[in-house]
């Protein structure tokens, strides 16, 4: 019955539906230049790059929480995960 299930309704919307819909979606702000994660400053009510401390080229993606922390451990390590963003 599960392969039924998988077949009729596909595995990428299983996995959109698994990690993003009933689990844990998490909204993130991306440089679309360096494709770097930003984050949220309070005192300019704006999103911020971290490469130069601006908001131009700032854009707001919805990624699931373990792709965020895996992301944040990964530069903890000195690795440092890109998003190459396109327009759609």
């Excluded at 596909?10 to 539906?17: F, K, R, T």
């Excluded at 440089?31 to 790059?49: C, H, I, M, P, Q």
């Excluded at 993606?61 to 759609?88: G, H, T, W």
């Amino acid at each position: 019955m599960e392969r039924d299930c998988l077949i009729a309704y596909g595995s990428s919307m299983l996995l959109l539906e698994r990690l993003m819909i009933s689990s844990d979606e998490f909204t993130v702000h991306v440089d679309t230049k360096s494709g770097l994660l930003g984050w949220w400053d309070a005192a300019r009510g704006t999103a911020v790059s971290p490469v130069d401390r601006s908001s131009e080229h700032m854009a707001t993606i919805k990624i699931p929480y373990a792709c965020k922390l895996l992301f944040q451990e990964l530069q903890s390590m000195n690795i440092v995960p890109r998003l190459k963003l396109a327009d759609m």
